[in-house]
């Protein structure tokens, strides 16, 4: 099982000043040499509280395309590019682009975004706003053919990509692996017909993730697909309760606990048959991002379920060499 880690974009929450590019890269380069296998970026563009300043975030594919060329071995992932943000053709050819920039690491991960949330965002930049879940489903049509075969030919409702190609192809002929989030009905049986991954968070201890499981699995059943072809991956919001006396409201549930607690974690989400976790840190520190190291490097040496020294899969031991 691979073990990620996200980087914030936004504004410090406690003083709202801007996190420098340079700070940002700084924590994805320490994070590769730590050992972590991949490194997630946010989609947002700002937030907005009644009686609060406006709190700023960085775009995402700028600082991803960035940080591709930072790095050399980590998995660079978005989690989740929001589908109303971007023309979902321009996607495709921006993420071939990507994966061609970073050799092959790219993580397309893809949402509809949350209904309701931060309605003044999309006002603000001109977005469409509503029937988000209709919209991401057209979308998905266009993406997944354009990064699996370079073409498609489509005319919808809310998207048109007519004799569309996409050319040149990147490193890899089946292009990057195309992740969709979400927990609901219509947005699980969309990732069962198009994902190569599927993601859910914000997740605590493994058992957390046995409701989605299930949900999941059975929307794979009722498309006829086998629900082990489809990678399954879990955002886990990680919170160190000494260093941060307020629990997260961004968190549905929390994962605590000292270094070998938090191992242990990790070996339950792996004997679940999780492809890859991704930790949000809180606080986002540099003291609670050592402990989540040396929990990684617990877990690493822990061995897999099937006796061997390292649970990493073979595609990604052999980029690291």
Not at 300 to 309: C, F, K, L, Q
Request: some cysteine.
């Amino acid at each position: 099982m691979k073990i990620g880690l996200t980087l914030l974009l936004a504004n410090d929450r406690e003083t709202n000043s801007k996190r420098s590019y340079d700070s940002i890269r700084a924590i994805a380069q320490q994070a590769e040499t730590d050992g972590f296998d991949s490194l997630w970026l946010p989609d947002n563009f700002f937030e907005r509280t009644p009686g609060a300043p406006t709190q700023g975030m960085w775009e995402c594919w700028t600082m991803l395309s960035a940080l591709a060329e930072a790095t050399t071995r980590v998995e660079i992932g978005t989690l989740i590019l929001i589908n109303a943000f971007r023309n979902p053709a321009i996607v495709a050819k921006m993420a071939t682009t990507a994966d061609e920039v970073s050799h092959g690491r790219l993580i397309l991960g893809l949402g509809a975004g949350y209904p309701g949330y931060n309605e003044s965002m999309y006002q603000a930049f001109g977005l469409p706003f509503g029937q988000q879940v209709d919209r991401f489903a057209e979308a998905l049509r266009i993406l997944r053919p354009l990064l699996k075969e370079g073409h498609v030919d489509f005319a919808g409702e809310f998207y048109h990509a007519r004799h569309c190609e996409d050319v040149p192809r990147g490193p890899r002929p089946a292009g990057p692996p195309l992740l969709v989030g979400g927990i609901g009905p219509r947005l699980l049986k969309l990732a069962a017909q198009y994902g190569d991954l599927w993601n859910t968070g914000y997740l605590g201890q493994p058992e957390t993730l046995a409701e989605p499981l299930a949900k999941i699995a059975a929307a794979c059943r009722e498309i006829g697909r086998d629900p082990a072809t489809l990678g399954i991956t879990a955002l886990v919001g990680l919170w160190f309760p000494d260093l941060q006396a307020k629990r997260p409201s961004i968190f549905d549930h929390t994962l605590t606990g000292t270094v070998p607690e938090l191992a242990a974690a990790m070996r339950g989400y792996a004997e679940l048959g999780v492809r890859h976790i991704m930790f949000q840190c809180e606080p986002y520190t540099p003291e609670a991002r050592q402990r989540l190291t040396q929990a990684l490097q617990l877990y690493r040496g822990m061995g897999s379920a099937d006796g061997s020294a390292d649970p990493r899969s073979d595609e990604d031991a052999e980029r690291r060499s």
